[in-house]
């Protein structure tokens, strides 16, 4: 091994160790820094031209006086114009080499590193995620970019073809050209990264539409890849809300969109692109990541000590506000009782408050919309089932829901299976781990998944039957790691290949297959 980067293995970036109150001080410090900074300014950034505005604030869920950053909108010419940007980049970033697209990409990693609490801090204020999950997506941000930089020169290798005398066949990857991005806010350094680096590590040029509710976090994404190395002519920003994406979907000259949202928004998109603009002269795949209606099944066998703790982390860390959190358990009957009493306990006695302490369990959630929304589905729970606990009180100032855990409810009770996204977690009885699967099974949407069994043989049945893109076995379903966990949903969660896997550049590029006849006949003179 030398000393370059590049030739060290993939390791994921160790995430803080909270425990140390050496550590702990830091945060507070780097909070104090943030806070003098406040609020961030965040331009439109059309190559290396950027346009100061403040159109839109970002404010801090816990405290929605705070203002995190003011941003300009881009208009339709703003997203025109870096869009023409990135059509007159991308040849000359692909030309460079996978090599030294790689190297930027490690540069903007590096400054990530260098800025991590500062980072971490930042995503407390504008998303309220409490500090080890923030500190967790400012990791996960810096992995794809380690993960993809390494990929990309493995994909500019391209795969072995049969060769026979006289022939000579090559499959080499193409850039597509212009990838929109089309980023949420709930991991908002590390969704918006990771979508960004695939599409140029692979060699193309992005146009980055940032979640409205986090342009802050997305500047700093920005920063960190123009300060690595990356050219300002193959990465914009478009900050605004849903129709600066949708501008973005309809431009003719887009060639790939890579969307990470909500189901609606993310089939919105594709019936957009799936219709060519006048001129358009190639079709707009569209990489889609989207919701989940995640189920934990609990066998009878199931340690319960185990189950509890990992339960209730997966339902209400960040106030289920992942796209992995657990929303449905699926428990057998011979041990219900036992688990509602005791998930019941501990819910009643989990922290809600802000996301800058540490003893905090679960944070406001992101917007007004997003607590109205969870209200509703706890007004539905209560008259269609049962509210087995609630956390009370929360905070009044502050977009705070209490966490619930609800039960009884009818099989075709909403709760049970839309999206809620928030503090809300539903027990079902189940009469087998069968039934379970079957009721597993009946839901569009299969992104994660967990299991809690000692029996083996219920964990290749659960193994074998189950749907979803991602299965956790005995342990929590959130919390997925680049390089050891790709992840990514089935059916109405997802089109993509697995974020943060092997095969996940695969969606940025074109294959090119060129036959050359070797068998020359003179000479070129
Ligand atoms: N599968 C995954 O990997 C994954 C990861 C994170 C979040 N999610 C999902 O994301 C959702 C939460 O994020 P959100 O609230 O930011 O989602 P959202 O769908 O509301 O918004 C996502 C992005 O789409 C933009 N947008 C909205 N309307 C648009 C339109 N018509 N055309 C183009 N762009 C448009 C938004 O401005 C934002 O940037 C949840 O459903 C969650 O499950 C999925």
Not at 160 to 167: A, I, N
Not at 250 to 271: C, K, Q, W, Y
Not at 408 to 435: H, K, N, T, W
């Amino acid at each position: 091994m030398t000393g370059d980067p590049m030739h060290a293995p993939f390791a994921n970036e160790p995430t803080l160790e909270l425990r140390r109150a050496a550590v702990r001080a830091r945060l507070a410090d780097s909070l104090a820094t943030l806070e003098r900074e406040l609020p961030i300014s965040v331009p439109v950034r059309v190559g290396g031209d950027t346009r100061a505005g403040n159109d839109l604030s970002s404010t801090d869920p816990g405290d929605p006086e705070r203002l995190v950053a003011h941003a300009a909108v881009a208009s339709e010419s703003d997203v025109d114009a870096a869009v023409r940007r990135a059509t007159a980049g991308y040849r000359s970033w692909h030309a460079s080499g996978a090599a030294a697209r790689a190297s930027a990409l490690l540069g903007a990693a590096a400054w990530l590193r260098e800025r991590r609490l500062e980072l971490a801090a930042l995503e407390v204020r504008e998303c309220a995620k409490p500090w080890p999950e923030a500190d967790a997506d400012v990791c996960e941000a810096i992995d794809f970019l380690e993960y993809y930089a390494r990929g990309a020169i493995e994909l500019e290798r391209g795969r072995k073809l049969l060769q026979v005398p006289g022939e000579r066949n090559e499959l080499r990857y193409v850039p597509r050209g212009v990838v929109a991005v089309i980023a949420p806010w709930n991991f908002p350094l590390a969704i918006a990264c990771g979508m960004t680096a695939g599409a140029l590590a692979t060699g193309n040029a992005v146009v980055l539409k940032p979640a409205e509710q986090s342009p802050g976090c997305a500047e700093k994404l920005v920063q960190a890849l123009l300060a690595g190395g990356v050219p300002a002519g193959v990465i914009s920003l478009v900050p605004g809300e849903g129709e600066v994406g949708a501008a973005l979907v309809r431009h003719r000259d887009v060639n790939a969109i890579a969307f990470t949202g909500s189901l609606p928004v993310g089939l919105e998109i594709m019936r957009a692109a799936v219709e060519p603009a006048p001129g358009q002269r190639h079709l707009k795949p569209v990489i889609a990541e989207l919701g989940g209606k995640n189920c934990v099944i609990v066998a009878a066998d199931a340690d319960l000590d185990e189950a509890i703790p990992e339960i209730l982390g997966s339902a209400f860390a960040f106030a289920g506000q992942k796209c992995s959190a657990a929303s449905r358990v699926l428990v057998h009957e011979a041990i219900a009782e036992h688990l509602l009493d005791r998930l019941a306990g501990a819910v009643t006695v989990l922290d809600v408050g802000q996301a800058d302490q540490l003893g905090t369990d679960v944070p406001p959630v992101i917007d007004r919309e997003a607590q109205e929304r969870v209200a509703r589905y706890a007004r539905l729970a209560e008259r269609q089932g049962r509210i087995v606990a609630q956390a009370e009180p929360v905070p009044d100032r502050g977009w705070f829901c209490a966490p619930i855990v609800a039960t009884d409810l009818a099989e075709d009770s909403e709760v049970l299976g839309e999206e809620i996204f928030g503090p809300l977690l539903a027990v079902q009885r189940v009469r087998d781990v069968e039934r379970a699967c079957d009721l597993v099974d009946e839901l569009p949407f299969a992104l994660t998944g967990g299991l809690f069994a000692r029996d083996p043989g219920t964990v290749r049945y659960v193994r074998d039957r189950t749907p979803v893109g991602n299965l956790y076995v005995n342990r929590g379903i959130t919390g997925a790691m680049v390089g050891r966990q790709p992840f990514g949903g089935n059916r109405l969660s997802g089109t993509g290949l697995k974020a943060g896997g092997p095969d996940y550049l695969l969606q940025f590029v074109q294959q090119r297959a060129v036959s050359e006849n070797t068998m020359r006949h003179g000479l070129v003179v």
